[in-house]
């Protein structure tokens, strides 16, 4: 028989909201985050006494509370600007999509000259409404999430400085955020030094933190009672054993809870976490590397790529590594391929410690055998998953 609506309203859940553990909800208050709260809160006050505060620059792992951060001391700052009238705002972009100079600008002058609507004005234009706003003494702080992404970002920061340097009063401050290491040595020194006037560095979660986390959680998200204290610490420990990502745990605590709801139990049991745990990689891993530059996206494919022609050569039981040279070569070709110019070994390295800090591939040093000193490297998912993850990104075809 069709199941009804009261049926399914009657029906006991676990679950009491299951929006709290969303990883779009921001909670009441971030745990742990006290001394980087501060740091941000402290720079961005002078704005408010109509000063312009330094830049600042929030790095950290994947899931270590960036954006839950900023976006909280974001609605503190513009609850505090209107109650003292200041002609400060806060406006946060996501540069994913906000991914252009122009994007930018337009994204922020829109709200106050409506004309920018319509499409068709040219960058000086922006550019020129963008003085003309901050010349009325007004000043606003752009934070740029994920911003990795920005196409040519070095020349945005040019503009922000010119910007700056025009107006007399008034001014436009940028909180830059990103969880790529390599992201800063890619950026011209002149850039570099004007974005990172103050950094704010988010260490991973240990696992009593992210226990600490959840049960903020499961206080707002579960039935009393409905998740044992054995599963809770299983979540805690997978996760900061592979990467201390808080949205991570907060994703294995869900899916565990429609494990066990969908095998009728009323509490969540390490069994529930055990068979949550294979669904969550794979959806995370695809998560993970779809947030990827293209350039980490190539080699992580080419990675794939080579580990299964690889792996068909192997007999049972072998270990099947691959030499980091060959796959700079592999991936130099592969680049081309799909019409990108490929970076210097020196970036790839620092490709390579990224894949590997997001668990995506490990590697060793060996400093015996054949050639010499050399890095070893080890996919750390199936290889196949990885491959069609990819090719439905980038629309890549071997
Ligand atoms: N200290 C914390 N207290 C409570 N919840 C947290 C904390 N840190 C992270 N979270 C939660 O974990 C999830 C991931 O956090 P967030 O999105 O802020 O990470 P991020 O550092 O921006 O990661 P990424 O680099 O991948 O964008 C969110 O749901 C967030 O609410
Ligand atoms: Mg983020």
């Known amino acids: 028989m069709v199941t009804t609506f009261e049926e399914l309203l009657e029906k006991k859940t676990i679950f009491v909201d299951k929006t709290v553990l969303s990883p779009h909800y921001v909670p009441e208050s971030m745990l742990f985050r006290e001394k980087q709260l501060e740091e941000i809160m402290k720079t961005l006050t002078p704005a408010l006494k109509g000063q312009k505060p330094r830049n600042i620059f929030l790095y950290g792992k994947t899931g270590t509370g960036k954006t839950s951060s900023i976006k909280y001391v974001l609605n503190h700052f ?15 972009l996501n540069c994913s999509i906000y991914d252009s100079r122009y994007k930018i600008l337009q994204k922020l002058m829109r709200p106050h000259y409506p004309e920018l609507e319509k499409s068709g004005f040219g960058i000086s234009y922006i550019y020129e409404k963008l003085v003309e706003k901050l010349g009325e003494d007004n000043h606003i702080i752009a934070v740029l999430d994920e911003m990795d992404m920005i196409k040519e970002l070095s020349d945005l920061i040019y503009t922000f400085t010119r910007c700056n340097d025009e107006v007399k009063v008034g001014g436009l401050t940028l909180v830059g955020i990103s969880n790529k290491l390599s992201f800063k040595n890619e950026l011209d020194p002149r850039a570099r030094s004007s974005l990172y006037e103050n950094e704010v560095i988010f260490p991973p979660y ?3 933190q992210l226990k600490n986390i959840l049960m903020q959680r499961i206080e707002l998200g579960f039935q009393k009672e409905s998740v044992s204290d054995a599963a809770l610490s299983l979540i805690s420990a997978i996760t900061a054993q592979e990467n201390g990502d808080a949205r991570y745990s907060l994703k294995l605590l869900l899916k565990a809870g429609d494990v066990a709801e969908s095998m009728g139990a009323m509490k969540i049991e390490e069994n529930h976490v055990e068979e949550a745990k294979n669904l969550v990689e794979y959806d995370f891993a695809s998560e993970g590397i779809s947030r990827l530059p293209i350039n980490h996206q190539i080699v992580l494919y080419t990675i794939a790529k080579m580990s299964i022609a690889n792996k068909q050569k192997l007999t049972e039981g072998e270990d099947s590594y691959l030499f980091s040279g060959d796959v700079y070569d592999q991936y130099t070709k592969m680049a081309r391929k799909v019409s990108k110019t490929p970076k210097s070994a020196r970036w790839y390295r620092e490709y390579i410690n990224e894949l590997e800090a997001m668990g995506l591939i490990s590697t060793v040093f060996t400093s015996k055998g054949i050639r010499g000193h050399t890095r070893l490297i080890r996919i750390g998912h199936n290889p196949n998953d990885i491959i069609q993850i990819i090719e439905k990104n980038i629309g890549m075809r071997s």
């Not at 513009?78 to 946060?92: A, C, D, L």
């Open 78 to 92: 513009n609850r505090q600007s209107q109650k003292s009238g200041s002609k400060t705002e806060m406006v946060y």
């Open 206 to 208: 240990d696992a009593s």
